[in-house]
């Protein structure tokens, strides 16, 4: 059974600072990788989403890796701003019981401090 | 980016009652549709996933007859969740995947259920 981790649970940075976010899952065997935004009370903003084939992918100040064999992703956020506080949940897709679903972590809540 | 528009935003109902979430993709057709549910500080857990045309597929632990999905078509599927009781009260979010781009799944608003 798929299993996503993402740590930390909750992070609090200064403006400004470049960061790094964390997400880790347990089998391999996935499609692509997608990382969300959630601001609170509200639904789901995609962000970045990383192919099976591809190792990285870039929007504005957001970058996001993803290295299948070790099952691992990174998002990194340079120049954080508060308007990046949001929870940030990554997930995978992958076949299961013949169909194919999104498994997501828990997240990460970040807050970006002015 | 493509739009999913979930309504109601928040509902609150009396034990007994049901409530019904609509989902609809504007946009875009959807030939899959899916219901998830998000307890506070829980990840988003799949209920179901709905397909146009065809009956629901609930994941293991979910009362089909509790909550009743129905994809009548490409934009729409609705959410009933009958004879709720406030163990029902949770973040209920919809998903809906673009056909053209069946690699990307785009996300409804969400709706915040209240069951007193």
């Known amino acids: 059974k798929q299993e996503v981790t993402q740590i930390p649970a909750a992070l609090s940075v200064p403006e400004g600072e470049n960061l790094v976010l964390n997400c880790s899952f347990t089998?391999?065997?996935?499609?692509?990788l997608q990382w969300f935004r959630q601001d609170p009370g509200k639904g789901l903003t995609s962000l970045l989403l990383?192919?099976?084939?591809?190792r990285e992918q870039t929007s504005g100040r957001l970058n996001a890796s993803l290295d299948k064999s070790s099952g691992r992703s990174t998002l990194y956020i340079a120049a954080s701003q508060p308007g990046d506080s949001a929870t940030y949940l990554c997930?995978?897709?992958?076949?299961?019981?013949?169909?194919?679903?999104?498994?997501f972590g828990k997240g990460t809540k970040l807050t970006v401090n002015p | 980016g493509a739009v999913v528009s979930q309504h109601p935003s928040r509902v609150i109902c009396k034990s007994g009652t049901s409530v019904k979430i609509e989902c609809r993709s504007l946009?875009?057709?959807?030939?899959?549709m899916f219901w998830y549910r998000q307890f506070p500080k829980q990840s988003l857990m799949l209920m179901a996933t709905?397909?146009?045309?065809?009956?629901?597929?609930?994941e293991q632990g979910v009362e089909k007859d509790k909550f009743l999905i129905n994809h009548a078509s490409l934009t729409l599927s609705t959410l009933t969740v009958t004879s709720a009781h406030p163990e029902d009260s949770s973040f209920y979010i919809c998903?809906?995947?673009?056909?053209?781009?069946?690699?990307?799944?785009?996300f409804g608003q969400g709706t915040r259920l209240t069951v007193v």
């Open positions: 946009d875009f057709q959807a030939t899959t």
């Open positions: 990383i192919q099976s084939s591809q």
């Open positions: 089998d391999s065997a996935i499609y692509n």
């Open positions: 997930a995978v897709r992958r076949m299961e019981g013949g169909s194919e679903k999104l498994v």
């Open positions: 998903s809906a995947r673009d056909l053209q781009m069946s690699s990307t799944a785009f």
């Open positions: 709905s397909n146009e045309g065809s009956k629901a597929t609930y």
